[in-house]
């Protein structure tokens, strides 16, 4: 699994990347009422805002990790937002992409790497 | 309105600039995650989280530190001599009010607009006022030129505040000093708790049955220790404070009401009692009184409502509101908005035209460049539990 300094985790499903938060983003945001995902084919280019959540207090977005195509979103989080906080690094991954450029990969931490950025 | 990346860091006001309560060392100890808020050090959740937090005072009892607000006790003459100075800034019966019970109140300015939202109670021949931690500042510099030297305006700097709120606040309170169980909703007492002598007011800022209690500050601690003994108390942050106060349709001063919103807009126009209305013996005679007075007969083009968005989302401050759901016109806009957890499902407040102020009129909210349907509804979210 790699990490993103925005907090994302990615991991490498054949040629498909799986994208969600990580449980300390979980955590700093506290409990998640709602979640608007993208549209399954989307092409997006990294930094691009690809899914808003809200906790009770405020509304955060996901930035798009990497150039690609989103090829399928977790539906379940649309009407069950709280696996967000339940299992961040487990059921409640956010989408899956279709990466244009691999290599963009290469510059995201391992997980010593960020539990070291989150001190 | 935009969303923030997904954990923004704002710009933290340096930790020296900021004031603390006296039960600071208690919030950090309880594992508050500690805010920048008005100028202190605030705790705006514990480890429970804001749902949580927000459940256990609907169903038991939650803590709150309320020591940035400020607290001012004005002293004069006479009891009569106090309440009509005060009468001077707010459009209420401040002289009817009997000892021991407590009001809300408006400061006004000339052009009839709100100046801070506050409580007052009368303490013997004393007045007791509490107003926002933001305005605290202007509001007594208000007071001072408007009542001195006739009447002595003396900011209780010395005295902290805690809020006991939730269907169990009651019996807690009672248990440590009987005479809290005689209390009705905006009573104010002294009761003795373990020996401390408070001033407690039988109100809040969250819908539920509950206290406001003055503490002296060395006593701070020692009291909220006492209550978060028991069981059912548990410490609660500004987070849910927020969510608690928008459910029940109270008004977030610099949100919902400011300086530019009259009374009548505000749909506040209860506040203001009929001995200081047009006709009333002490009509008039506040700042303001002249646009006040003509709003109230002729009405005002703009309402505040609240908005209940249809879907999931929460619609937040700031969101446009129109007629129609492509092109149409803009009609008004919300002024808070969050997810209700006890209402399980978004709620907001704001204004609209009046037009688009009867309850169930169907309206759209323009989030992040969509129209979603809004539905305009009554106030509160949640039916107020007050021990009448």
Same mark, same amino acid.
């Given at each position: ?6 907090? #994302?985790?990615?991991?490498? #499903? ?20 709602f979640?608007e ?16 959540? #809200?906790?009770?207090k405020?509304?955060?977005?996901i ?33 899956k ?23 | ?18 004031? *603390? ?10 594992? +508050? ?22 459940? %256990? ?7 709150? @530190? ?29 002289? =009817? ?28 021949? @004393? ?19 408007a ?9 209780? *700097?010395?005295? $902290?505040?805690?809020?006991?709120? +939730? ?18 909703f ?37 009291v $909220? ?21 928008l ?10 009401? @400011? ?38 007969? *002729?009405?005002? @083009? ?15 401050d ?9 092109? =149409?016109?803009?009609?008004? *806009? ?8 006890? %209402? ?9 035209? =009046? ?9 759209? =909210? ?17 039916a ?5």
């Amino acid at each position: 699994m790699k990490f993103t300094e925005e907090h #994302e985790w990615l991991r490498v #499903e054949g040629d498909e990347i799986v994208v969600g938060i990580t449980i300390h983003a979980a955590e700093q945001l506290g409990d998640v009422v709602f979640v608007e995902l993208p549209d399954e084919g989307t092409v997006v280019s990294k930094d691009d805002e690809v899914v808003v959540i #809200e906790s009770v207090k405020a509304a955060s977005d996901i930035l798009a990790p990497i150039d690609g195509e989103i090829i399928e979103v977790n539906s379940a989080l649309a009407d069950n937002p709280a696996m967000v906080n339940d299992d961040p690094q487990g059921e409640a991954w956010f989408f899956k992409m279709k990466a244009s450029d691999p290599s963009q990969m290469d510059e995201f931490m391992d997980e010593a790497a960020y539990q070291k950025f989150i001190g | 309105m935009g969303s923030s990346d997904l954990l923004e860091t704002k710009e933290a006001t340096p930790v020296t600039d900021l004031n *603390q309560t006296p039960l600071y060392d208690l919030h950090l100890e309880l594992g +508050g995650k500690m805010v920048p808020f008005a100028g202190y050090s605030m705790p705006v959740q514990y480890p429970m989280g804001v749902m949580k937090e927000h459940l %256990h005072t609907r169903s038991d009892a939650g803590l709150f @530190d309320v020591s940035h607000m400020g607290q001012v006790m004005l002293s004069g003459a006479s009891w009569e001599a106090v309440a009509l100075a005060f009468e001077r800034l707010v459009p209420m019966d401040v002289l =009817g009010l009997a000892d021991g019970r407590q009001r809300y109140g408006l400061f006004t300015n000339d052009a009839g607009g709100i100046e801070d939202d506050l409580m007052f109670a009368r303490r013997d021949d @004393d007045l007791f006022v509490v107003v926002n931690a933001a305005c605290k500042g202007a509001d007594i510099a208000r007071m001072k030129a408007a009542l001195e030297p006739d009447v002595t305006v003396t900011p209780l *700097q010395d005295r $902290a505040l805690l809020a006991l709120q +939730g269907p169990a606040a009651g019996a807690v309170l009672s248990a440590l000093d009987p005479a809290a169980a005689e209390m009705r909703f905006m009573d104010f007492r002294t009761l003795s708790l373990a020996g401390v002598e408070v001033w407690a007011s039988r109100s809040g800022y969250t819908g539920e049955d509950g206290f406001e209690i003055s503490v002296p500050e060395a006593e701070a601690v020692a009291v $909220a220790r006492l209550l978060l003994d028991h069981a059912q108390v548990e410490p609660i942050g500004l987070g849910a404070r927020d969510s608690l106060r928008l459910e029940a349709g109270l008004c977030l001063y610099g949100n919902d009401i @400011d300086a530019q919103t009259s009374p009548v807009d505000a749909n506040l126009t209860w506040a203001i009692q009929k001995v200081r209305r047009p006709d009333g013996a002490r009509a008039g005679g506040y700042p303001g009184a002249t646009a006040i007075e003509a709003s109230l007969a *002729q009405g005002s @083009d703009r309402k505040r409502v609240g908005l209940a968005p249809e879907g999931r989302a929460p619609m937040r401050d700031g969101t446009q509101l129109y007629d129609a759901q492509t092109g =149409g016109r803009l009609i008004g *806009q919300i002024t808070s908005g969050s997810f209700g957890p006890t %209402h399980g499902g978004p709620v907001a407040m704001g204004y609209v035209d =009046g037009e688009y102020a009867d309850m169930d009129t169907a309206i759209w =909210g323009d989030l992040r460049g969509k129209r979603l349907p809004v539905r305009v509804t009554a106030l509160p979210f949640v039916a107020a539990n007050f021990k009448r």
